[in-house]
């Protein structure tokens, strides 16, 4: 019983300082795969959905396959204040 109140009074107390948070999720695939660079491309759209949260699925980042740092220059576009990349995989 007194987790079943603790649980309560948490989840009210979360509830009195609800804020709405998106989050949008969006498969990369590869920057400039029709493009030669489809970075503003891919940030124009981010912009537009308002997201407070952005993860990049197959994001080719990171790794000897391109010449610059692909996460950085989104967020870079984004004017993000911050970015972590987190290989799925080690390749090179």
Request: glycine share 8%; proline share 2%.
């Amino acid at each position: 019983m007194k987790r079943v109140l603790l649980l309560a009074g948490v989840l009210l107390l979360l509830a009195s300082c609800r804020r709405e948070l998106t989050l949008v999720s969006y498969n990369v695939g590869a920057f400039g795969k029709y493009t030669e660079n489809s970075i503003p491309q891919v940030a124009d759209i981010l912009r537009g959905l308002g997201a407070d949260l952005v993860g990049l699925n197959e994001l080719d980042s990171c790794n000897r396959r391109h010449d610059f740092y692909q996460l950085a220059s989104l967020a870079d576009a984004l004017g993000a204040a911050d970015y972590h990349f987190a290989s799925a995989f080690p390749y090179a």
